[in-house]
């Protein structure tokens, strides 16, 4: 009888670490996709505002952003050069 609630125990056990492992990946996917979703909805904007204010800057490529670093940090830069 000890075997086999030992047994049941171990199965258990295993089936709450892959459900752990599984629940942070699939959060982890849950966040990209809804930072995805956030890109696809601003990029159109602000990309006639970047093409306006940063037409041939340095380091400036007019690619779509895969980040939200990525989309907000040329306007950042001009804003930070504004106080300058």
Not at 26 to 42: F, N, V
Not at 62 to 81: A, H, S, Y
């Amino acid at each position: 009888m000890s075997i086999s609630a030992l047994v049941i125990s171990l199965v258990a056990l295993a089936l709450a670490a892959q459900a752990h492992l599984n629940a942070d990946r699939m959060a982890t996917q849950a966040l990209h996709r809804r930072e995805q979703k956030m890109i696809d909805s601003l990029w159109p904007d602000m990309k006639v505002i970047y093409a306006d204010l940063l037409e041939g800057s340095k380091g400036y490529s007019g690619e779509r952003p895969d980040t939200i670093e990525e989309l907000f940090t040329p306007i950042i830069t001009v804003f930070g050069k504004i106080g300058e």
